[in-house]
């Protein structure tokens, strides 16, 4: 399985992104995808996951009420649309797979429960 993140760049405090995630495994629909961030200096830290057949949704207090993650599992991708950012929010943003998806939602957060990662897709918010 390979996930190719997209979606980053450069945005100033307030201002809205949508990230996405493509994934090229044909069990995408019964998958747990999750997004992570790492800023620099600082460890990886879980941010949203969704569940890949009832589409129940998981996410960090950081971001609630801020960012929304959804998927399309006829495209095979996953998105993080992210609204009213932070400079805090900057971080280099992972997608990654549970498959199969044996994780409870108690440890969704954790990136050891993970099979799969992407490569990255740096945000920045600027202040």
């Known amino acids: 399985v390979q996930l190719q993140a997209s979606g980053g760049g450069l945005v100033q405090a307030g201002g809205s992104m949508r990230l996405s995630c493509a994934s090229s495994g044909r069990a995408f629909s019964q998958d747990t995808m999750a997004w992570f961030r790492q800023a620099p200096g600082k460890e990886r830290e879980f941010v949203a996951a969704?569940?890949?057949?009832?589409?129940?949704?998981f996410y960090a207090d950081s971001v609630k009420g801020r960012f929304s993650i959804s998927r399309d599992n006829a495209k095979s991708t996953v998105y993080l649309q992210m609204n009213s950012l932070k400079p805090e929010d900057t971080a280099v943003y992972y997608c990654a797979a549970d498959r199969p998806p044996i994780a409870i939602a108690g440890r969704l957060r954790y990136g050891t429960v993970y099979d799969y990662w992407g490569q990255g897709t740096l945000v920045t918010v600027s202040s």
């Open positions: 969704i569940r890949g057949s009832s589409f129940s949704t």
